[in-house]
């Protein structure tokens, strides 16, 4: 992983320079290209950072890791493969920071497979939690429907507690 970010700030660092000196190229455009030119800076300097450089400065970087990938927005591919590195950078220092060094050793391929993972399980949760919440709307209502034939409540507050269960 370690190669990867160095990789990342090379990558990051070569695209300011290059299209900050384009940007530069007009009056208007050098309001996008003097910043670019000093994102570069700061990532040449962040490939030559120790880890505990990395994590004292790990705000500094996400945030011209940003800076970059909106400016790469009209590019959405550039957009999204350049937020993904820089929250990858992000939390590869985060883990640095919190002592879990070993993650980082995981290969990008482990990185993929886990997110992944994840990202289905969080699904599957939404939908279990989705489901479980309409079977207690569902007794719920049953309740109130027997409630109402019983002549417990009337019609005005049964449409009342209806709509409270439904959430109207």
Do not use: H
């Not at 993929?112 to 949760?125: D, H, I, L, R, T």
Request: hydrophobic share 45%.
């Amino acid at each position: 992983m370690k190669d990867m970010v160095g990789i990342y700030f090379t990558v990051a660092r070569i695209m300011s320079l290059i299209f900050g000196i384009l940007f530069c190229i007009t009056i208007i455009g050098a309001i996008l290209g003097v910043p670019m030119i000093i994102a570069s800076n700061k990532f040449r300097d962040a490939s030559k950072m120790s880890d505990k450089e990395l994590v004292e400065n790990r705000s500094v970087i996400l945030a011209w890791g940003i800076f970059i990938a909106i400016v790469f927005s009209p590019t959405f591919i550039g957009l999204i493969v350049l937020l993904i590195l820089a929250l990858m950078v992000d939390n590869y220092i985060k883990n640095i920071e919190q002592g879990y060094e070993e993650l980082n050793n995981r290969s990008f391929v482990d990185r993929v497979e886990e997110g992944a993972s994840n990202a289905w399980q969080g699904v599957k949760n939404t939908f279990n939690s989705n489901k479980s919440n309409l079977d207690k709307q569902r007794v719920e209502l049953e309740k109130l429907e027997k409630m109402r034939n019983d002549n417990l409540i009337s019609k005005e507050e049964y449409e009342t507690l209806r709509k409270k269960i439904l959430g109207l």
